[in-house]
């Protein structure tokens, strides 16, 4: 078996330039921080698109950031900045995005950015078939990418290539409004193996293929030409050590070197020992429920006044796709409604909601996670959302409660959290009392479950599940043709 090659869009780490040199910072999002973990461990190549336009980039630069790129094992794939707007803004972020997610409304269907979006998949396909050999493994990473499998399966019939999609994929009934469906089922279909993180997703991927392409469907193979493709659900998981270590550490730090945020909360908690905290940690996209979090959170405090002045929302929203016109219409409603709501609502001794519109550290993401009684996320629709996980896997002493929408993926396998619908309210806020006045033994009996399956089912059994499928399958399919 030879090298085995990720491609995603998002590499571990984008560039910036700042003061005439180059700084990586990590990415954020589930599938960067999650294949960070499997990329860290093995031998692994990991191509995708480094942040930077080649409009950006200096020419003395150059040999620099592809010197920062192999220190983190990868390589880049360029990219122009009309590239950039076509195929990232354009076509992934404006037509894939809020199509898969139900947005039907948010969705364009401009032929020019499916244009691009060809052109910018045979670029990146182009860059796997420099430097593929045919024993290696190909593992292809999410929508922005779906028709690299068929344009790599094209040039080289006999690599093993695999498909993960980390985001949903919508019903039948949604899928056929696009008009490029068929293309982008063909080319998803180039792989050996098409991976979804739950069994709704998969059921509905079988349903168009079926039902748009004709195709002999039995049980989760799809049979194409002299080819079985294999089509399954595998729930990504976290690296559960790396955060449970963390929050041991956090937990141990000397006052001393206590970060700035770490220190104010434990402040507030040592005032006042009966005061909660929420927490909520999303990009800031239109499918993360923000907005809506916001007016539950109104709710909450008209319905049950007596916790006025004793709890805080805390909202760590991360910029993201900012060049996309509905991102930068939901950031305006965010800022608006906390404005409003803390308008209404504070006293001289208290801010009900702190708002944070900015990426963190890892370290000030833990102390988040262990110092907050309760996270709270209510994604409208979400493929798996790995911040539920990442707050239980640092929770050392089994408190704190989760309140998790049920249209999230990891709904399926959390199902000990306090599961809530984000568009009810009323559920909602009663969903918050139950949270807060829920007896220590009942959370740490929750949470020991939950700590148990994450611990089980992290993110590496998941790289090795799906690796070990894709495996199993080529060789099914080379016993297939030899007969
Ligand atoms: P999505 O992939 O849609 O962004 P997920 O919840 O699945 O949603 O994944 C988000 C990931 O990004 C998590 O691993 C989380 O730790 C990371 N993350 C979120 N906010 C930040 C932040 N401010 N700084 C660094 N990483 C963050
Ligand atoms: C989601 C997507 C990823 C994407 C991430 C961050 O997790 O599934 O493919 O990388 O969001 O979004 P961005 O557009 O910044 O890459």
């Known amino acids: 078996m030879g090298k085995t090659i990720i491609i995603s869009n998002r590499l571990p780490v984008q560039l910036q330039i700042s003061n005439g040199d180059i700084t990586a910072i990590p990415s954020v999002g589930g599938l960067a921080t999650g294949m960070k973990s499997v990329h860290s461990g093995g031998d692994s190549l990991w191509i995708g698109w480094s942040g930077l336009t080649d409009e950006e980039i200096p020419k003395a630069l150059a040999p620099k950031i592809d ?29 894939i995005w809020p199509l898969f997610h139900y947005f039907l409304e948010y969705s364009e269907f401009e032929l020019d950015n499916w244009n691009i979006y060809k052109q910018v998949n045979q670029k990146f396909a182009d860059a796997i078939l420099k430097v593929a050999n045919d024993d290696d493994i190909i593992w292809v990473h999410d929508y922005q990418l779906m028709l690299v499998p068929q344009m790599v399966r094209e040039k080289k019939p006999n690599i093993s290539i695999g498909f993960f999609l980390h985001i949903p994929f919508p019903s039948f009934e949604i899928f056929r409004t696009l008009p490029w469906r068929e293309e982008i089922l063909e080319g998803l279909l180039g792989s050996d193996l098409i991976g979804f993180h739950t069994y709704d997703y998969e059921r509905h991927f079988l349903s168009s293929v079926r039902r748009l392409l004709g195709l ?84 909450f405090l008209n319905k049950y006044p007596q916790y006025k002045e004793k709890v805080r929302l805390i909202i760590l929203a991360v910029p993201s796709r900012s060049n996309v016109p509905q991102y930068q219409l939901l950031k305006r409603e965010i800022d608006e409604l906390v404005g409003r709501i803390n308008g209404e609502f504070s006293t001289v001794s208290w801010t009900p909601i702190w708002y944070f519109y900015r990426s963190m550290p890892f370290e000030n993401l833990i102390d988040l996670y262990t110092t907050c009684d309760i996270a709270w996320l209510t994604p409208i629709r979400d493929g798996m959302n790995l911040v539920a996980k990442e707050y239980i896997a640092t929770r050392t002493d089994r408190t704190g409660v989760l309140i998790l929408s049920e249209m999230a993926g990891s709904a399926n396998e959390m199902n000990e ?28 009996e929750r949470n020991r479950v939950l700590q148990k399956r994450l611990e089980r089912y992290n993110v590496e059994k998941w790289a090795n599940d799906f690796m070990g499928s894709l495996l199993d399958q080529k060789e099914k399919d080379f016993s297939h043709v030899a007969r």
């Open 417 to 444: 959290a306090i599961l809530i619908n984000p568009n009810n309210f009323e559920q909602t806020a009663d969903a918050l009392n139950q949270a807060i006045t829920m007896p220590v033994e009942e959370q740490q």
């Open 67 to 95: 010197k920062a790129l192999s220190e983190h094992g990868s390589s880049k794939v360029n990219l122009t900045a009309d590239e950039v707007d076509g195929f990232y803004f354009g076509f992934s972020n404006r037509t």
């Open 216 to 299: 002999e469907v039995s049980f989760n193979d799809i049979h194409m030409d002299e080819r079985v493709i294999k089509v399954d659900s595998f729930p990504m998981g976290i690296d559960y050590k790396k955060f449970s270590e963390a929050a041991l550490k956090n937990q141990n730090t000397p006052p001393g070197e206590q970060s700035e945020l770490q220190r104010r909360l434990y402040k507030h908690k040592k005032t006042d020992p009966d005061a909660k905290f929420f927490l909520s940690i999303d990009r800031l996209d239109y499918t993360k429920g923000i907005a809506k979090r916001l007016n539950a959170f109104e709710y």
